[in-house]
């Protein structure tokens, strides 16, 4: 099953995306944009950079879980993934971005 990327308004009205995977788990998230172009632009980002290992940062946040970020060519952050019981678990995360992103297709959700 392909992954998905799915374009939503927040409760603060911004747009922001999600990618999830082809078994509908949630792989990562984006920040909020004021327009939606803001959201299409990050997800045309993500497809990019998605491949590149070079692209992500893996961390153990103040929590004690593991998180990754997926960053564009400047090296602001495009994707936050969620947080992950051990490193293994984000490292098969991203995998699952790499696997998921460059021919996920779009869901528009902000037009339901």
Do not use: C
């Amino acid at each position: 099953m392909a992954g998905k990327f799915q374009i939503f308004k927040d409760n603060a009205g911004e747009f922001r995306f999600r990618l999830k995977a082809g078994n509908h788990e949630n792989i990562g998230a984006s920040e909020g944009y004021k327009a939606k172009s803001g959201a299409e632009n990050g997800i045309k980002s993500v497809k990019k950079n998605a491949p590149s290992d070079e692209r992500y940062e893996t961390f153990e946040g103040k929590d004690g879980k593991f998180y990754f970020h997926l960053k564009a060519a400047n090296h602001e952050i495009i994707l936050s993934s969620q947080g992950y019981s051990d490193k293994g678990g984000a490292k098969a995360g991203i995998d699952a971005v790499k696997r998921a992103a460059p021919d996920a297709e779009t869901e528009d959700l902000t037009k339901i």
